[in-house]
């Protein structure tokens, strides 16, 4: 399975900013793809995920009314919709799927990764 996020950025605080998400190959192997985020000096941190069946999605609470996450399964695409940015929201936002887990899953349940965009917020 491959990913490629791209729609990174530069934008004003208070702005919004689209970013996307394609997969290729075998996605039928993986249940869910997650936006994931790293800044400078700062851990990995997940932001938010969402299931190719059924649309099920979560939120990290940083971001929670904020960000939409989103997916066209036609498409093999999934999209994070970023509003009220704020600067520290600046990061490089990564995609990665996941295959299918019996219990909540964790950034460590994440096997394929995208390359990253950075999405800059200016004060």
């Known amino acids: 399975v491959q990913l490629q996020a791209s729609g990174g950025g530069l934008v004003q605080a208070g702005g919004s900013l689209r970013i996307s998400c394609v997969a290729s190959?075998?996605?039928?192997?993986?249940?869910?793809v997650g936006w994931f985020r790293q800044a400078p000096g700062k851990e990995r941190e997940f932001v938010a995920a969402?299931?190719?069946?059924?649309?099920?999605?979560d939120y990290a609470d940083s971001v929670k009314g904020r960000f939409a996450i989103s997916r066209d399964n036609a498409k093999k695409m999934v999209f994070l919709q970023m509003n009220s940015l704020k600067p520290e929201d600046t990061a490089v936002y990564s995609c990665?799927?996941?295959?299918?887990?019996?219990?909540?899953?964790?950034?460590?349940?994440?096997?394929?990764w995208g390359q990253g965009t950075q999405v800059t917020v200016s004060s």
């Open positions: 990665a799927a996941r295959p299918p887990t019996l219990r909540p899953p964790k950034m460590t349940d994440y096997k394929y």
């Open positions: 190959g075998h996605t039928s192997t993986t249940a869910a």
């Open positions: 969402i299931t190719w069946n059924n649309a099920n999605t």
